[in-house]
């Protein structure tokens, strides 16, 4: 079996620009691209993601989890569910916000047997399915005034919101050229805002806007070493809001993965990502000065593989511990990626 087409086959349809169910709250607190993220996730793209893949139909659905704080000083006045401070507290020294999301994704992909341009063209569509839950808790901290004097006033607050449908649905096109052990891939997609958003809402199936984005590719794979490099530039355009006149500025990711064959059904290495805002966000929404957004990511990356009767299956989890976050929720996220897919035809 070629474990290179049948590991890339899992990772080939995980390039995902659909919408991400999110916070939205607060959407100006200091936070870039609107509510503090963006219509990109970073990590999407993983190992192998440039290698060609055994032509036909495959699906790949994945669970993604993310837990993330950030600091915001204006969150509580600003923020709908959490409320404003009481009207005795003189000062907010220090507030904090922690999140926690989980949403499932459902990619189904065709890749074309005959080739286009020289390479394999594969069209694919992403979207969000059922349940997005979102958790989010608050605690500040400062003085309230008391006719005995200043006192030292903290307090926590926790608020939740669940949503389920479809969600924004993101056609992408690829095309991948394969040359020995080098691998290199082109791809564009878009998001269509089909999604449920609301912008006093904590969870959301879809971002409310249409977005471009777009980037190519590189993958080093030699199957007799085992050893296996991938990364993926691309840049992403927001429109803007309709619901919320607002609009992301332009972004730019990189995400790259290395791995090892260990046998023909498990293969161990790392991932990350590196995420940054090149322009201001825009628009006549609540949003404050020029906030430039950016993140990087790494972790661990696990996959198994196995036969599904005469097809492939591929199991993917990895994890990222995120830094150097900017005017961006940051924490750490986890992906469990499961991919089914035509047997290899080499």
Not at 97 to 102: I, R
Not at 156 to 161: C, K, P, S, V
Not at 284 to 291: H, L
Request: hydrophobic share 40%.
């Amino acid at each position: 079996m070629n474990l290179g087409k049948a590991f890339g086959a899992s990772r080939a349809v995980i390039a995902r620009t659909a919408a991400m169910a999110v916070l939205v709250a607060v959407p100006g607190a200091a936070f870039a691209d609107e509510g503090g993220t963006s219509y990109w996730v970073p990590g999407s793209f993983g190992s192998m993601a440039a290698v060609p893949t055994a032509s036909g139909w495959s699906v790949t659905g994945w669970l993604y989890y993310a837990n993330t704080q950030q600091k915001a000083s204006a969150i509580f006045v600003r923020d709908p569910v959490l409320g404003a401070p009481p009207a005795n507290v003189a000062a907010i020294p220090s507030a904090r916000q922690y999140n926690s999301t989980y949403q499932d994704y459902i990619v189904p992909t065709y890749t074309f047997k005959d080739p286009v341009l020289g390479g394999q063209l594969a069209l694919g569509v992403t979207a969000q399915v059922g349940p997005a839950f979102t958790t989010v808790s608050g605690v500040w901290s400062g003085y309230s005034s008391t006719p005995s004097g200043a006192q030292r006033y903290t307090e926590y607050r926790t608020a939740g919101d669940t949503i389920a449908g479809l969600g924004d649905l993101a056609p992408q096109a690829s095309l991948k050229w394969a040359f020995g052990v080098h691998n290199f891939l082109a791809y564009a997609g878009f998001n269509i805002p089909v999604g449920q958003f609301s912008a006093t809402r904590y969870a959301n199936i879809g971002i409310g806007h249409w977005a471009i984005d777009a980037g190519g590719g590189y993958t080093y794979f030699d199957q007799k070493s085992g050893w296996e490099f991938s990364g993926v530039l691309g840049f992403t355009y927001s429109f803007i809001n309709p619901s919320t006149q607002y609009q992301d500025g332009v972004d730019m990711h990189f995400d790259w993965a290395a791995s090892y064959t260990i046998n023909d059904k498990l293969s161990v290495g790392v991932v990350g990502y590196a995420f940054k805002q090149l322009t201001c966000d825009g628009g006549r929404g609540d949003f404050d000065a020029c906030d430039i957004s950016q993140i990087v990511g790494a972790g661990p990356q696990l996959t198994y593989n196995f036969p599904v009767n005469d097809w492939q299956g591929s199991l993917n989890f990895k994890v990222y511990r995120e830094f150097f976050a900017q005017s961006r929720p940051a924490g750490w996220n986890g992906w469990i990626t499961l991919s089914i897919s035509p047997p290899s035809q080499s």
